[in-house]
């Protein structure tokens, strides 16, 4: 039987060995006298970025723009590349992204919304 968790990771495209060896590396992290590292729960979402400059252009405009409205974005995962080609060059460069942001604990979100 499956359980939620692992569907849900299957969902996202998270992979659960990739889950666990995390957790794993906070636990070591924490028994080797290492800060406390808080248990957090992500949300994970595509994005698609565009650009006609370069792939790393792409990147940095789509983390910027979704900064704009998802609050505690962590991380990034390059999930796929395209472009068109225009006369024989490089037209438009897509990227697609999977993006991480945290959810924030209640602390946070009164602090975010008072600030």
Partial sequence: MVDRGE??????????RQVEAQTEHQHCHNRKG???IPDKTYVITEIVGTS??????????????????LKALN???VKALRGTVVGGTVGEYQVTL???????????MKAWLEG
């Fill in 52 to 69: 006609e400059q370069s792939i790393s252009a792409v990147v940095s405009n789509a983390i910027e723009q979704s900064n704009k409205t």
């Fill in 98 to 108: 999977d993006v991480g942001f945290r959810y924030l604990s209640d602390e946070e």
């Fill in 75 to 77: 991380w990034f995962e």
């Fill in 7 to 16: 569907l849900r990771g299957r969902e996202y495209g998270v992979d659960r």
């Fill in 34 to 36: 290492g800060r406390h």
